[in-house]
């Protein structure tokens, strides 16, 4: 029986797969060409790690071989990863190439010289070459391999009356995988390879991971319930190696009872896991770029409320985080992009780890001798009296609390994320010493940030903003109240964080409303209003 994995590329006899003919066949067109005989492209296939690059390359490979017209040759240049010695990489490259081709190749040097091992003097058909990892080598040999590249083809195409195998060099075509679209942004002198052209691998679409599903289903007889697709269907927004990853740990590990199907609280609880407990390479590399801190001020930017980021891939800190995974684009209007989160999931992974950087627990939350019956009992709870004690527990230890916070260089103010983390942080705490628990959710991905609260057996949903102006209050709580209705909640709470408010804009912004929603405005929801002024006065 086939498994879920996301260690490497898919074994299509042994693992689920999508066969993803469309992509395999555009690749295929672009590197034999249209017209075979003139040659095909030189070509990057880009997108973020355990996406399927690879995959989709080897299946590349077995079609052309069995087509038998080419020499073939997939390889890799992981070996010359940073390395800085213009003989190493290059001696890299050649040494595989003999492996591959069972060729006497001469020793390369230099760049100028590389050409050479691509003429009929040591091939003697067209050759088709993949290259693996290619932007594992440092940005100056990026460009010179570029350069060469550009030149071979240039040749190629000044001979248009010979076919293929009777040009000058015989690299008909050729293939560069990375995880970014290796020959742009970040190329600050500009790409020399305007040759090429670009192959993005997307992510899976819902027909495809409904299709994986239903193949193990039938595979193992075991039912899944049509929400535990969806829902995980949405949390990955079909990332590959995610969906592989969580279907890996659905149907294993946490699959405890094959004979039974699986479930939304099997999913919870596997989900849970993957988001706090269990270790994936590709997740850990995500982290890893967010945290760096030529890109945290961008993600901690990015958990604004208030104001939308717009989406350029000119920009070079967005291009980086894009093309690793981090970050993707949404279209908002026909000519209008914004920045979200990858995936809810890639999301709560990097609340989690900021929370805990930015915000680590604190041993004292109130005075331990403070009545908070009139805030909690063994049944009952009220946000509004925990909002105020945080607030009071702001004021009293602002001084170190957020003394090593991180700090906007245009005016030096806290970034609005850290209160959201901090609050969070102080919430789940509280709420753990009486048995509540505290789950942060993103409904859009890009920044918003609902926290939901169950306790004694009820659920409350809160949601965390910025406070800009009116408008943007009136506007706050009418999607508050949607928000509320999709959770079937009859009451939410809207947190606003704000410097400071005077006690008359207390008592005019502190008020309940109900708001019309629903089918026909049929239905209403108590939208609560509640400040942190963050900033004693």
Same mark, same amino acid.
């Given at each position: ?13 042994h ?7 469309e992509l ?42 069995s ?14 990863k940073?390395?800085e ?5 290059l ?8 492996q ?26 067209? =050759?088709?070459?993949? =290259? ?9 040999f ?83 319930e049509?929400? !535990?697709?969806?829902?995980? =269907? ?12 969580l279907?890996?740990?659905l ?25 706090k407990?269990?270790?994936?390479n ?13 890109y ?23 291009n ?16 209008e ?7 809810p ?8 780890y ?10 004292r ?9 009139a805030i ?17 527990y ?55 940030i ?29 999607r ?28 005019k ?17 108590? !939208? ?10």
């Amino acid at each position: 029986m086939r498994k879920f994995s996301s260690y490497g590329p898919i074994d299509v006899h042994h693992h689920y797969y999508v066969p993803r003919s469309e992509l395999i066949e555009q690749a295929h067109s672009r590197l034999v060409g249209e017209n075979p005989e003139q040659g095909g492209h030189y070509i990057t296939i880009w997108a973020p790690r355990q996406a399927g690059k690879t995959w989709l390359m080897q299946q590349v490979v077995d079609r052309l071989q069995s087509e038998g017209e080419f020499d073939i040759g997939i390889l890799t240049l992981q070996l010359a990863k940073d390395l800085e010695d213009e003989k190493a990489v290059l001696g890299i490259l050649v040494n595989a190439l003999r492996q591959r081709f069972d060729k006497d190749l001469p020793d390369v040097e230099t760049f100028q010289t590389l050409p050479q091992i691509f003429q009929p003097t040591y091939f003697e058909r067209p =050759l088709i070459l993949i =290259l693996d990892e290619f932007d594992s080598l440092i940005e100056p040999f990026i460009n010179k391999f570029a350069s060469v590249f550009r030149a071979i083809h240039t040749e190629r195409t000044n001979e248009k009356s010979k076919p293929s195998y009777e040009k000058d060099y015989l690299l008909h075509g050729l293939a560069l995988i990375g995880v970014r679209s290796v020959l742009g942004i970040e190329n600050k002198s500009g790409s020399p390879f305007n040759v090429q052209q670009s192959v993005n691998i997307p992510n899976l679409t819902e027909d495809e991971v409904h299709k994986m599903f239903a193949w193990y289903i039938e595979e193992s007889g075991q039912a899944v319930e049509q929400e !535990v697709v969806d829902q995980l =269907l949405y949390e990955t927004q079909g990332q590959p190696g995610l969906v592989s990853w969580l279907g890996e740990i659905l149907t294993t590990e946490y699959n405890r009872a094959p004979e039974q199907p699986i479930t939304m609280p099997q999913f919870r609880r596997a989900y849970g896991a993957a988001v706090k407990l269990l270790p994936n390479n590709n997740i850990l590399n995500i982290v890893s770029k967010a945290k760096d801190p030529l890109y945290t001020p961008t993600i901690l930017e990015l958990f604004k409320t208030d104001v939308e980021m717009e989406f350029s891939y000119d920009d070079p800190e967005l291009n980086y985080l894009y093309t690793n995974g981090v970050i993707a684009p949404e279209e908002v209007d026909i000519d209008e992009f914004h920045v979200k989160f990858a995936s809810p999931f890639v999301q709560k992974r990097l609340f989690n780890y900021f929370t805990k950087a930015i915000a680590p627990d604190s041993s004292r939350l109130y005075d331990p001798f403070t009545d908070l019956s009139a805030i909690i009992t063994d049944t009952s709870l009220d946000i509004g009296g925990i909002v105020k004690l945080y607030e009071e527990y702001v004021h009293k230890n602002r001084s170190w609390l957020f003394k090593n916070a991180p700090v906007r260089k245009i005016d030096g103010r806290i970034y609005e994320a850290v209160y959201h983390f901090n609050f969070f942080a102080y919430l789940n705490q509280f709420m753990r010493s009486y048995d509540g628990r505290v789950v942060p959710e993103f409904p859009t991905g890009n920044g918003k940030i609902d926290l939901l609260v169950e306790y004694a057996g009820e659920k409350f949903g809160l949601e965390l903003k910025s406070f800009v102006n009116q408008r943007q209050y009136e506007k706050a709580r009418q999607r508050a109240a949607e928000y509320a209705y999709q959770l079937q909640l009859s009451e939410i709470w809207l947190i606003f964080f704000i410097d400071v408010i005077s006690d008359e804009n207390r008592q005019k912004y502190e008020v309940d409303h109900q708001i019309k929603v629903g089918p026909n405005l049929q239905d209403a929801v108590r !939208v609560r209003p509640r400040f942190v002024a963050v900033v004693e006065v």
